[in-house]
Nanobody, 110 residues
Framework: VQLQASGGGSVQAGGSLRLSCAASGLPFSISGINWYRQAPGKQREFVARTTSDGRTDYADSVKGRFTISRDNARNTVYLQMNSLKPEDTAVYYC?????WGQGTLVTVSS
C-alpha cells in the first residue's frame, strides 16, 4: 500500500490550499481514508476522515473551514482547506489502517 500526499505550501492567513492523497495497492473504494497533522513540538492529531460510503467527520478545530472529499475513479482523497490560520501550520499526513503517507508541509503565516 502506498499513500502519496501532495499540495502543501506556504500561504497567508485566510488563504486556501487543497491537499491530495493518491492511494495505490488497496481496494480504495471500500477503504476509509483519514487526514492527520502534526505541528512542530506537538502530537499528531486527527483532522478529517471519509468512510467507504462517503460519510465524513472533522475535528472541531477545522469544521466549517476544511472539506474532505474522495474520487474513487482516481483513487484520490482531497482536503480542501479554506480560511487557513497560523495554527493550521503542520505536516499533513493521509492514513488508512496502519499505512501512512509521507506527509506534506502546510505553513500559514499571519
Amino acid at each position: 500500500v502506498q499513500l502519496q500526499a501532495s499540495g502543501g505550501g506556504s500561504v497567508q492567513a485566510g488563504g486556501s490550499l487543497r491537499l491530495s492523497c493518491a492511494a495505490s495497492g488497496l481496494p480504495f473504494s471500500i477503504s476509509g481514508i483519514n487526514w492527520y497533522r502534526q505541528a512542530p513540538g506537538k502530537q499528531r492529531e486527527f483532522v478529517a476522515r471519509t468512510t467507504s460510503d462517503g460519510r465524513t467527520d472533522y475535528a472541531d478545530s477545522v469544521k466549517g473551514r476544511f472539506t474532505i472529499s474522495r474520487d474513487n475513479a482516481r483513487n484520490t482523497v482531497y482536503l480542501q482547506m479554506n480560511s487557513l490560520k497560523p495554527e493550521d501550520t503542520a505536516v499533513y499526513y493521509c492514513n488508512t489502517f496502519n499505512w501512512w503517507g509521507q506527509g506534506t508541509l502546510v505553513t500559514v503565516s499571519s
